[in-house]
């Protein structure tokens, strides 16, 4: 009896700690938040002011020139402060009066600050609960470590376990193992932490290694017609052109690959949210085959309709861009003028499907097996514009959902990719 109350006793001390410790990681997670805002507004705050301030320089003078003698005049009374623009000879091209775009821009830095505290405000409960849930292995953890503590081993186990922890390898794929029965709970405890562990290194740094590398490409692009700008693209037109084309195509490309990364780093931190609730598969697919129609000109789409209503639980928006990258895919490697059939319906034991079938270059069997892993191309499809996190974007939403892919796909064929859903209870 006594040996219980002391266990309870244990576990509401630890919870108590375990409160202490998630209330000081919430608040400073709310100052390095709110720091992170105001750096942001400040910086967002300066490129206003200095677009603006070009802008009008630009539209008054026609040109914008660095031999041109810049100031602010009138600093003692705020209401008269004026940006002044003179030639080299000192004459004044152009003066601005600036109290009454700072008071606009202000005051809109004062609503955004406001709704970035309200954000914060809103968030508070949720934030809590998700660190709590976050500390619950370690107060676990805490509370197994203080029963083993009470456990009674002689000096010879307590060697054994020291022995086997010190000549483990954090890098290599060894386990531990103390040749004992008594220790058996804790040799098998500690190796499924040691692997997930190292699954989890080697994860995060897989996809690091992948990101840098995806990204270094459109930023040495960028750079180096930056630096072409910069030596003759004042003079020369076609340089100009031809350099603003394509910093525009490597950025736009750049913002999808980095919008892509934060979706799945936001879904692999639980903070990608779904909205289920019953949507009607005809009406999605429907929107699907309306949309690539009216975008895709260089293909012909087929939508085999179902007369019956078809509903699953599901995020109708995050389903629908699912299978709006399955069609964007099936679009990109297909020929123009071939056929896209987009279709749904009920497979033999009730589940839902929606299948997007082309005729393109089709995958090999090797590929099909990674073709959801991150980063992965295959070499016939890296002639081809992607990024390589489409389909993974695809499956971690399917995945959400509780359905699973079937995948039909030859060589010079064609692919046919079928998302199950599970049946609506």
Same mark, same amino acid.
């Given at each position: ?153 002689? *000096? /010879?186990?307590?060697?054994?376990? %020291? ?5 483990? =390898?954090? $890098? +290599?794929? &060894? ?114 085959? *309306? /949309?690539?129609?009216?975008?895709? %000109? ?5 939508? =085999?309709? $179902? +007369?019956? &209503? ?116």
């Amino acid at each position: 009896m006594s040996q219980t109350i002391k266990k309870k006793s244990v576990k509401q001390s630890e919870t108590k700690r375990m409160s202490s410790i998630a209330h000081k990681l919430h608040w400073s997670m709310i100052r390095k938040q709110t720091a992170m805002y105001l750096s942001f507004d400040f910086f967002l705050c300066l490129l206003l002011s200095a677009g603006w301030i070009l802008d009008r320089e630009w539209m008054e003078i026609g040109k914008i020139s660095m031999q041109n003698q810049r100031m602010l005049v009138h600093f003692s009374q705020l209401r008269e402060l004026t940006y002044r623009v003179a030639d080299e000879n000192g004459k004044i091209l152009l003066e601005l009066e600036l109290y009454r775009p700072l008071v606009v821009l202000g005051l809109s830095l004062l609503v955004l600050v406001i709704m970035q505290f309200l954000k914060i405000a809103m968030s508070y409960a949720n934030e809590e609960r998700k660190i709590r849930r976050m500390l619950a292995p370690i107060n676990e953890i805490a509370l197994k470590a203080d029963e083993l503590s009470r456990m009674t081993f002689s *000096e /010879e186990k307590y060697q054994q376990i %020291e022995d086997a922890i010190s000549s483990i =390898s954090p $890098e +290599e794929s &060894e386990l531990l193992s103390f040749g004992d029965s008594d220790l058996q709970g804790i040799e098998a405890a500690m190796n499924n932490l040691l692997i997930r562990m190292r699954d989890s290194y080697r994860q995060q740094a897989q996809f690091v290694n992948d990101a840098s590398h995806e990204l270094r490409t459109p930023i040495a692009v960028i750079q180096g017609y930056a630096n072409m700008l910069s030596r003759w693209g004042k003079e020369d037109e076609k340089v100009l052109e031809e350099s603003i084309t394509a910093i525009q195509h490597e950025s736009d490309h750049m913002k999808r690959l980095v919008d892509q990364l934060l979706f799945l780093a936001r879904g692999d931190s639980g903070k990608n949210r779904m909205n289920l609730e019953m949507v009607s598969l005809n009406g999605i697919m429907q929107e699907v085959y *309306e /949309e690539s129609f009216m975008i895709d %000109e260089a293909h012909p789409y087929r939508f =085999s309709k $179902e +007369e019956q &209503e078809i509903q699953v639980r599901a995020d109708a928006g995050m389903l629908k861009q699912a299978v709006r990258i399955l069609v964007d895919n099936a679009a990109k490697y297909t020929k123009a003028g071939d056929e896209i059939i987009l279709s749904f319906g009920r497979c033999g034991n009730g589940e839902a499907f929606l299948q997007v079938q082309d005729t393109g270059i089709g995958m090999a069997s090797a590929d099909v097996a990674h073709m959801f892993d991150r980063f992965y191309r295959a070499d016939e499809a890296r002639s081809y514009q992607g990024t390589g996190l489409g389909l993974s974007i695809a499956k971690w939403i399917v995945d959400k959902h509780g359905g699973h892919f079937e995948i039909l796909s030859r060589t010079e064929l064609g692919t046919r990719i079928r998302i199950v859903l599970p049946a609506a209870s």
